[in-house]
Nanobody, 129 residues
Framework: QVQLVESGGGLVQAGDSLRLSCVFS????????MAWFRQAPGLERDFVAS????????YYADSVKGRFTISRDNAKNTTYLQMDSLKPEDTATYYC??????????????????????WGQGTQVTVSS
């Protein structure tokens, strides 16, 4: 059974940085693709970034490209989301997601929340102007 626990959220000002962490509990973390999604109140859950099991294929939503960086440390069973130059519109609950996959899928597939079957509880990020 897979469990995901996010941490690192908080209240920051526009232009600040945060690093989110997602710790994976279970077997074979290095067989799972990982992703970050976010959801603001009243809105749908949106794709932010994803990374394959080996870190070789990474996708970003256009809204965060150049500001956010996803990475993973398979030795620590942890995925990270480094968020720089934060904007008020980045305010949301950020969720970590995992899916068993050793094949790189296209972004059009991975950006759909229904493609991910393991989710964390979320961590709140609030960016003030």
């Amino acid at each position: 059974q897979v469990q995901l626990v996010e941490s690192g959220g908080g209240l920051v000002q526009a232009g600040d940085s945060l690093r989110l962490s997602c710790v994976f509990s279970g077997i074979t973390f290095d067989s799972y693709a990982m992703a970050w999604f976010r959801q603001a109140p009243g809105l749908e859950r949106d794709f932010v970034a994803s990374i394959t099991w080996n870190g070789r294929t990474i996708y970003y939503a256009d809204s965060v490209k150049g500001r956010f960086t996803i990475s993973r440390d398979n030795a620590k069973n942890t995925t990270y989301l480094q968020m720089d130059s934060l904007k008020p519109e980045d305010t949301a609950t950020y969720y970590c997601a995992a899916r068993y996959s050793l094949i790189a899928q296209p972004m059009a597939v991975l950006k759909r929340p229904t493609m991910w079957n393991n989710w964390g509880q979320g961590t709140q990020v609030t960016v003030s102007s």
